[in-house]
């Protein structure tokens, strides 16, 4: 199994950024598939998951609420994650995590965001 993140580099606050994680040896429609982040010095958090049925929910905690959205494509077995109105503490790597039995991790796009 490999999930491929990408999309991640530095944007000005309050632009935007979308993340993608291309699975391979997983089919993501089968998969709880999530978004988290580590910022430095920082635990990791989840950000974002979305479900078999395809329902995506967000962390409810204000840090993204509002502003994050996570998304799935079946035909590029791709998940995505949606970033507007980024603030400096947006900034950290982001993982794309895949569970089915057990869990998969990618390697990880760091988002900077500047002020």
């Known amino acids: 199994v490999q999930l491929q993140a990408s999309g991640g580099g530095l944007v000005q606050a309050g632009g935007s950024l979308r993340l993608s994680c291309e699975a391979s040896g997983i089919i993501v429609s089968a998969s709880i598939m999530s978004w988290f982040r580590q910022a430095p010095g920082k635990q990791r958090e989840l950000v974002a998951f979305?479900?078999?049925?395809?329902?995506?929910?967000?962390n409810s905690r204000d840090f993204v609420r509002g502003r994050f959205t996570i998304s799935r494509d079946n035909d590029k077995n791709t998940v995505s994650l949606q970033m507007d109105s980024l603030r400096p503490e947006d900034t950290a790597v982001y993982y794309c995590?895949?569970?089915?039995?057990?869990?998969?991790w990618g390697q990880g796009t760091l988002v900077t965001v500047s002020s």
């Open positions: 979305i479900d078999i049925s395809g329902k995506g929910t967000t």
């Open positions: 995590r895949a569970f089915q039995r057990q869990e998969y």
